[in-house]
C-alpha cells in the first residue's frame, strides 16, 4: 500500500557530507510527521531528526547544528542535509513516515534503510 525509500547513503570522510532522500509512494492520503532514524551496530535504533505536517522540526542533540531535516509535500519526499559528518555518525539511516492510507487513522511506515559510513 505505502512504500518508503531511501537513497543517498553512502561512505563519506570526516567532515564531509551527505544529503539523504525518502520518497514515499502508494494509496498516500495524508502524510503527518516523517523523520529520520539511525541504527548503528550493537546499539538501539534513535531518533535523528522529525519534522511535522506544519514544518516544525526537532533534532536529536548530537545532530543540531549540523543535520537540517526538510520535506517537499507535493512530491511526498523529505530530506536530511548532514554536514560535518562525524565517525559516530555511521549507522543505517531510517526513514519513517505517519501516513494515513485512504483517509484512515494513520499508521507507521518505514523504509528500509540506507547505510551511512563516516571513515577515512
Do not use: H
Not at 69 to 94: C, F, G, H, W
Request: charged share 15%.
Amino acid at each position: 500500500q505505502v512504500q518508503l525509500v531511501e537513497s543517498g547513503g553512502g561512505l563519506v570522510q570526516p567532515g564531509g557530507s551527505l544529503r539523504l532522500s525518502c520518497g514515499a509512494s502508494g494509496s498516500i492520503f495524508l502524510i503527518y510527521a516523517m523523520g529520520w532514524y539511525r541504527q548503528a551496530p550493537g546499539k538501539q535504533r534513535e531518533m535523528v531528526a522529525t519534522i511535522s505536517l506544519a514544518g516544525g522540526t526537532n533534532y536529536a542533540d548530537s545532530v543540531k547544528g549540523r543535520f537540517t531535516i526538510s520535506r517537499d509535500r507535493a512530491k511526498n519526499t523529505m530530506y536530511l542535509q548532514m554536514n560535518s559528518l562525524k565517525p559516530e555518525d555511521t549507522a543505517v539511516y531510517y526513514c519513517n513516515g505517519r501516513i494515513s492510507v485512504g483517509g484512515t487513522k494513520a499508521d507507521d511506515y518505514w523504509g528500509q534503510g540506507t547505510q551511512v559510513t563516516v571513515s577515512s
